[in-house]
Protein backbone atom coordinates (compact mmCIF):
# COMPACT_ATOMS: atom_id res chain seq x y z
CA UNK A 1 0.00 0.00 0.00
CA UNK A 2 1.04 3.71 -0.72
CA UNK A 3 0.16 6.32 1.42
CA UNK A 4 0.73 9.85 0.96
CA UNK A 5 3.79 12.11 2.46
CA UNK A 6 3.23 14.43 5.12
CA UNK A 7 4.57 17.94 5.36
CA UNK A 8 4.86 17.17 8.37
CA UNK A 9 8.52 18.55 8.62
CA UNK A 10 9.68 14.70 10.49
CA UNK A 11 12.66 13.76 8.67
CA UNK A 12 11.66 9.64 8.54
CA UNK A 13 7.60 9.03 6.96
CA UNK A 14 6.66 5.36 6.22
CA UNK A 15 5.33 6.39 2.56
CA UNK A 16 4.09 2.74 1.60
CA UNK A 17 4.54 -0.81 2.94
CA UNK A 18 3.75 -4.51 2.00
CA UNK A 19 4.10 -8.21 3.60
CA UNK A 20 7.99 -7.90 2.71
CA UNK A 21 8.69 -4.44 2.51
CA UNK A 22 8.84 -0.90 4.53
CA UNK A 23 8.94 2.39 2.25
CA UNK A 24 10.54 5.12 4.59
CA UNK A 25 10.76 8.95 2.77
CA UNK A 26 10.24 6.67 -0.39
CA UNK A 27 13.46 4.46 0.17
CA UNK A 28 12.03 0.88 -0.03
CA UNK A 29 13.49 -1.16 2.94
CA UNK A 30 13.05 -5.33 2.64
CA UNK A 31 14.78 -6.43 5.95
CA UNK A 32 13.48 -5.65 9.34
CA UNK A 33 14.45 -1.48 10.48
CA UNK A 34 14.08 0.78 13.24
CA UNK A 35 12.53 4.02 12.44
CA UNK A 36 12.54 7.41 14.43
CA UNK A 37 11.52 10.82 13.57
CA UNK A 38 14.67 12.28 13.38
CA UNK A 39 17.75 9.73 13.19
CA UNK A 40 18.56 7.58 10.15
CA UNK A 41 16.74 4.66 9.67
CA UNK A 42 17.94 1.49 11.63
CA UNK A 43 18.17 -1.94 10.56
CA UNK A 44 16.88 -4.13 12.83
CA UNK A 45 19.00 -7.51 12.70
CA UNK A 46 15.82 -9.84 13.10
CA UNK A 47 13.98 -11.90 10.14
CA UNK A 48 11.76 -13.90 12.65
CA UNK A 49 9.82 -13.34 15.75
CA UNK A 50 10.95 -16.55 17.35
CA UNK A 51 14.22 -15.04 16.52
CA UNK A 52 13.30 -11.76 19.32
CA UNK A 53 15.91 -11.23 22.36
CA UNK A 54 15.52 -8.28 24.43
CA UNK A 55 19.36 -7.07 23.50
CA UNK A 56 17.01 -6.13 19.83
CA UNK A 57 14.43 -4.55 22.06
CA UNK A 58 17.51 -2.99 24.52
CA UNK A 59 18.44 -1.40 20.83
CA UNK A 60 15.78 1.22 21.08
CA UNK A 61 17.16 2.63 24.40
CA UNK A 62 19.54 4.92 22.65
CA UNK A 63 16.71 6.61 21.26
CA UNK A 64 14.82 7.74 24.13
CA UNK A 65 11.35 7.16 23.03
CA UNK A 66 8.65 7.87 24.77
CA UNK A 67 6.91 5.05 22.99
CA UNK A 68 8.00 2.30 21.00
CA UNK A 69 6.16 0.39 18.21
CA UNK A 70 6.45 -3.20 17.47
CA UNK A 71 5.05 -4.18 14.12
CA UNK A 72 4.90 -7.93 14.64
CA UNK A 73 4.80 -8.66 10.77
CA UNK A 74 1.75 -9.56 8.63
CA UNK A 75 -0.16 -10.64 11.82
CA UNK A 76 -0.54 -9.27 15.43
CA UNK A 77 2.09 -11.24 17.59
CA UNK A 78 2.95 -10.06 21.32
CA UNK A 79 6.38 -10.29 22.22
CA UNK A 80 7.30 -12.26 26.00
CA UNK A 81 7.33 -8.83 28.90
CA UNK A 82 11.24 -10.45 29.16
CA UNK A 83 11.61 -9.44 25.67
CA UNK A 84 10.94 -5.46 26.57
CA UNK A 85 11.70 -5.62 30.46
CA UNK A 86 14.51 -2.88 29.74
CA UNK A 87 12.15 -0.78 28.23
CA UNK A 88 9.50 -0.78 30.74
CA UNK A 89 12.17 -0.45 33.45
CA UNK A 90 13.26 2.98 31.67
CA UNK A 91 9.20 3.97 31.52
CA UNK A 92 8.88 3.95 27.99
CA UNK A 93 5.46 1.80 26.49
CA UNK A 94 5.72 -0.66 23.65
CA UNK A 95 2.55 -1.33 21.57
CA UNK A 96 2.66 -4.33 19.46
CA UNK A 97 0.44 -4.56 16.20
CA UNK A 98 0.32 -6.04 13.01
CA UNK A 99 3.55 -4.08 10.84
CA UNK A 100 0.85 -2.51 8.61
CA UNK A 101 -0.93 -0.78 12.00
CA UNK A 102 2.20 -0.23 13.32
CA UNK A 103 3.06 1.94 9.98
CA UNK A 104 0.12 3.78 10.09
CA UNK A 105 0.48 4.35 13.80
CA UNK A 106 3.56 5.73 13.54
CA UNK A 107 3.30 8.12 10.94
CA UNK A 108 0.22 9.93 13.50
CA UNK A 109 2.17 10.35 16.30
CA UNK A 110 5.24 11.40 14.49
CA UNK A 111 3.08 14.15 12.80
CA UNK A 112 1.62 14.87 16.28
CA UNK A 113 5.47 15.31 17.36
CA UNK A 114 5.50 12.63 19.04
CA UNK A 115 8.95 10.37 20.59
CA UNK A 116 8.00 7.48 18.82
CA UNK A 117 10.01 4.21 17.45
CA UNK A 118 8.99 1.88 15.35
CA UNK A 119 10.74 -1.84 15.54
CA UNK A 120 9.14 -3.35 12.18
CA UNK A 121 9.61 -6.74 12.08
CA UNK A 122 10.16 -7.71 8.13
CA UNK A 123 10.06 -12.06 8.10
CA UNK A 124 12.34 -14.01 5.42
Not at 40 to 54: R, Y
Request: glycine residues 6%; contains cysteine.
Amino acid sequence: MKLHQDSSGALNTVTGYGADYVEVNLERHQGSIIVFPDSPVVPWPVSAFDALTPELFEMLLALDPEVVLFGSGERLRFPHPRMTAALAAHRIGVDAMDLKAACRTYNILMAEGRRVAAALLIER
